[in-house]
């Protein structure tokens, strides 16, 4: 695999970033969107990611891994509110998905080519399953059926190399876990595939489609005005991935600096991600929180023996810092 141009938008893990420069032996600096600073990655390890500023190539060669149901944006960003409704329901796992029900996997080439790929279609949630290390919601597709025995959207995961067939598992009894019906919204969902790397809607995908962030302006009208963080459907925030971002944006002054404190508001309210500043912007300081921000994470590390980088604050809003005793975060800021 040849390393990703510079400039290239790519993601590792959950991590969203930039790539900033080659390195020898296969290496790239990458500056992620959680930090303040570029770090040496193996391309090998990096997806490019939808919405890079190249133009956009047709990849046949693409082969599908399993035909699957594509959630649209609004369907993630109202599943998403649904599970933080159920009164029953544990605090969402630091790896979020919520991405597709499977369909078909490894279709053979009739099975691809018969697919109606592009099509409209619902699942109706009708409950959820959690374990320690899975959250899923089963589902009645309508339009569509799936060869699963228990048609599911995986919603999240504890760390990335958790197989998403483990939801199969709860809900078919074989491994422990908690069950709950509940009657849940109709998701709107496109027949589409995936060829490991990202989810397609088209015979023929893209190897770029859409714009900066990965939402096309299909993709953005389907969202609903909550999932923005300013009047005018400006700063789109469907989800925390789209949060950091904006935070990101804001700490290297995009747009307007007198939208910033409703920004952050919106984001503290919506995902309880820093509290909601009133601060008028100012360059300077921002660019030093940053650096302190930049030296902090790094002692974190140093203190609790992290050696493979990782964001800082998971999806979950979790923090390594929290294993810390006080006197030790305030030696370490110190």
Known sequence: MSAPP???????????????AHRPQGMVDVNFDDLSYPIRRP????????????????????????????LTPASRHALYKWWMSQPLAPEPLAIHRATHMTIKFKPSDAEFDAAAIGKEVTLSVIGW????????????????????????????????????????????????????????????????WSDGKGYHTTREPLSNPGPRGGLSPRERASLPDSAFALPGRRWPIPDRNHAQIAKTYMARGFGRHTDYPQIRRAIAERFQMNPASSEAYDPTKEQFRAVVQGVYESLVSKELGIRRPEPFVLADGTRPDARLAPDTRRRLLS
């Open 43 to 70: 391309a090998t390890n990096l997806v490019v990611l939808r919405g890079n500023p190249f133009p956009a190539r047709r990849n046949p060669a693409a082969k599908p891994v399993f035909l699957c149901a594509v």
């Open 129 to 192: 399953v959690a374990n320690p290390d899975i959250q899923a919601v089963a589902v009645t597709p309508n339009g569509v059926t799936s060869t699963k025995a228990h048609p599911h959207v995986t919603f999240a995961l504890r760390e990335p190399s958790i197989p998403a067939k483990l939801s199969d598992s709860i809900l078919d009894g074989t491994v422990k876990g908690m069950v709950q019906a509940a009657r849940g919204p109709a998701l709107v969902a496109h027949i589409g």
């Open 6 to 20: 510079v400039g290239t938008r790519v993601t590792e893990g959950t991590r969203c970033g930039t790539v900033v």
